[in-house]
């Protein structure tokens, strides 16, 4: 049976549930920014993210601190971000950022289903225990997770978890019709996860909706990864509607991270990323960047591209998608043009680039 939260192997720093009565109210609205990168601080080892972090010598660490100092979010979702039990790496990266002038006194990670292992060949390649074996791709239990860095207090007590939603349990799911049925049996659909937090603000809770999908290559014919990255949207789509077992979220709410998927360039399933852009209960902000490039092969619009390929250009694959009720005063793709040091250090820190929203949330009611 499938459990909707699993409160077991989760961390979080500072207060985990502060009472809304206890918060000033304000007749103004609350301005918050919201962002989500991915970062690439995934390591080929358990413990080596921690090791670089302690040691305070790795550039791409520098780098991602101060990309994340002027980025200047509230809360940002970190995505293929190692996890570890004791959240000893997302606090130590919280340490940086504080002696660098960014506080961020919260954070919160589940367990991801990366490197989980299924205990079937699912790459057959005749053993079992490999990356490609796992619930989602991993060289280890935890490798490339998700972790949440927060100015606002976390409700961990209502945090919800649907990473272990299996596969064949959504309604049109695209479950290979070779797929071994044990396999079928056991088989998550989240590659990553699927995570709805709500943190507190003034005027109550705000919820965060995060997943990071399979891209839909680097498999064979069967298309295994395609069809998984269009069902892991397919899931928001119908989790907003009410159409799976658990509750839909209560608004307002935010969708975001990485869907591995753009709507109009590249592989890929795109009717599932495309109908999530589209639906009734979200707002797509289009945030925008600049990268000066000419992509002449590509038929979407460059400035919203979040990630450079050298094979394959650029392309939109990370999102923040705000409920349609909720007033946008800005966005974008953190992608300075010029040569200067923020350029330099987005470069090194992550081929993918920050994308952030800025919300007001309505003022309680009296």
Known sequence: ????????????????????????????????????????????????LVQDLERGEDPQVAAVVRVLVALDADVILLTAFDYDRGGVALGLLADRLTVAGAQYPHRFAFRPNTGMQTGFDVDGNGRIGDPRDAQG???????????????????????????????????????????????????????????DVPFITRDGPLHLLAWHATPPVFDGPEDRNGRRNHDEAA??????????????????????????????????????????????????????????????????????????????????????????????????????????????DLTLASRHFPVWVDLELPPAEP
């Open 235 to 344: 899931f928001w789509r119908l989790f907003l509607e009410g159409s799976l077992p658990m509750a839909p979220p209560a608004a307002p709410f935010v969708l975001l991270g990485d869907g591995n998927l753009d709507p109009a360039d590249g592989e890929g399933l795109r009717e599932g990323i495309a109908s999530l852009l589209a639906h009734p209960a979200l707002q797509d902000p289009g945030p925008r960047g600049s990268h000066d490039r000419e992509e002449p092969a590509h038929t979407g619009d460059p400035a919203l591209d979040t990630v450079i390929y050298d094979d394959l250009g650029g392309l939109r694959l990370d999102y923040v998608l705000p409920e349609a009720g909720l007033k946008v005063t800005g966005s974008g793709v953190l992608w300075p043009q010029d040569t200067g040091p923020l350029a330099a």
């Open 1 to 48: 049976m499938m459990t909707t939260t699993r409160m077991t192997r989760i961390f979080k720093v500072g207060v985990a549930l502060t009472s809304l009565a206890l918060l000033p109210g304000s007749a103004s609205a609350e301005s918050l920014r919201i962002a989500t990168w991915n970062v690439g601080l995934d390591r080929t080892g358990p413990g080596l």
């Open 137 to 195: 791709f991993g060289l280890f239990s935890g490798q490339g997770g998700m972790a949440i860095l927060s100015r606002l207090p976390v409700d961990a007590d209502g945090a919800r978890d649907f990473s272990d939603f299996l596969w064949r349990d959504l309604p049109g799911a695209l479950v290979p019709d070779d797929m071994d049925p044990g396999l079928v049996a056991v088989q998550r659909l989240a590659t990553t996860g699927f995570w």
